[in-house]
């Protein structure tokens, strides 16, 4: 008899060795290893969240002196401008980096500053300084933040309606408006006697202490509409991230979607402009501060991450300027400077923009 040909055996599965079970996407380890990685984000704005809430109450509560109504009181209302501030400057400011793909530009560099600066010397130049003072109301807010806002929509539909409009484009017409501006604001200023220069020079930095609490609800209000439109965008956000070629090939009307998240911008930076005065560098930090302590890019994560992040630099520096410097008066100032070092040291580091 002849041999039948011997066949070789199909392989079977053996078991799984140990690295390939805590690997596979059933098993409990892998379970447990994603878990971490999905609250390791959650876990670090967790932490963010109680530093704020501790340094909050510090801030209400500790080294209160006389009255202690009108302490809260005024408390509460810095607490609410601070709140309104970091929302407004570090969320803006991720989100204008997602939309620039780059990790140093802000939003200040389209100008709002600068038309700040030049409505508020327009306003001392023409009425005098006493008119600038006695203005200060909810008017003044609305209309300072209409017309910022109204600026950078006719910016925007100009350059966005041409066939080679593009956000690039605006960024250097945004530049080079900003540079007029403040060349025509200091040549007005420099018109100003002694006295109207000072009642101005105390409106062009940022003043935490001098918001009125009436400004709060109509700034509260719109922070939560921006807020939560941006959270229901967190994830179109991320895909913006990886450019516009491909955003577009995922069906997302990025021209749109920019136009949008830029009105927004807007709107936030011209509002914590109006009420609480310039702060250049502020938003860069935070934003700079809340991607490394994210330890991701998700929006999910570096969205509330930059807020906590502003939150807690702006009250934890305002209770130790009160009460260890004794000049509450400093800290945007303060922050201005480190900013801008920060600023410099991460360009030189960096290389380019």
């Known amino acids: 008899m002849s041999e039948s040909p011997v066949t070789a055996a199909p392989d ?89 793909h780059n990790r140093i530009l802000t939003p200040s560099i389209m100008g709002f500053d600068s038309v700040y600066t030049l409505m508020q010397t327009l306003l001392a130049f023409v009425f ?59 040549f007005l200023q420099r018109l100003l006697s002694p006295a109207e220069y000072d009642v101005l020079s105390a409106r062009l930095f940022g003043r935490l202490s001098s918001a009125e609490a009436t400004h709060l609800p109509l700034a509260g209000a719109v922070c939560v509409i921006a807020g939560i439109i941006l959270w229901r965008r967190r994830h179109l956000l991320d895909t913006l991230l990886l450019g516009r070629d491909t955003a577009t090939g995922l069906g997302i009307d990025h021209k749109r979607e920019l136009t949008l998240m830029l009105l927004l911008i807007s709107v936030l930076i011209s509002l914590s402009t109006a009420l609480a005065g310039p702060m250049t560098f502020f938003g860069f930090v935070a934003a700079m501060l809340a991607y490394q302590m994210a330890g991701t890019h998700r929006h999910t994560i570096v969205l509330p991450m930059a807020f906590l992040i502003g939150l807690l630099t702006l009250v934890g520096g305002q209770f130790i300027m009160e009460h260890v410097f004794y000049a509450s008066g400093m800290l945007t100032v303060v922050i201005e400077f480190l900013g801008g070092a920060v600023f410099l040291v991460h360009l030189l580091r960096k290389g380019t923009l």
């Open 12 to 100: 079977r599965p053996g078991p799984p060795t140990a690295a390939a079970a805590s690997t596979a996407p059933g098993s409990p380890s892998a379970g447990a290893g994603a878990g971490r990685r999905r609250l390791s984000g959650g876990a670090r704005v967790g932490v963010a969240g109680a530093l704020v809430a501790v340094a909050v109450v510090c801030f209400l509560f500790l080294f209160v002196q006389g009255s202690f109504e009108f302490a809260i009181e005024r408390r509460l209302t810095m607490l609410g401008t601070m709140a309104v501030a970091a929302f407004a400057q570090a969320v803006s400011t991720v989100v204008f980096q997602t939309l620039t």
């Open 128 to 186: 005098g300084g006493s008119v600038l003072a006695a203005t200060d109301g909810l008017p003044k807010l609305v209309t300072q933040t209409v017309l910022m806002v109204g600026f950078t929509t006719v910016l925007f539909r100009w350059l966005f309606s041409g066939r080679r409009g593009s956000l690039h484009v605006l960024l250097l017409v945004g530049v080079v408006l900003g540079l007029a501006f403040g060349s025509l604001s200091v």
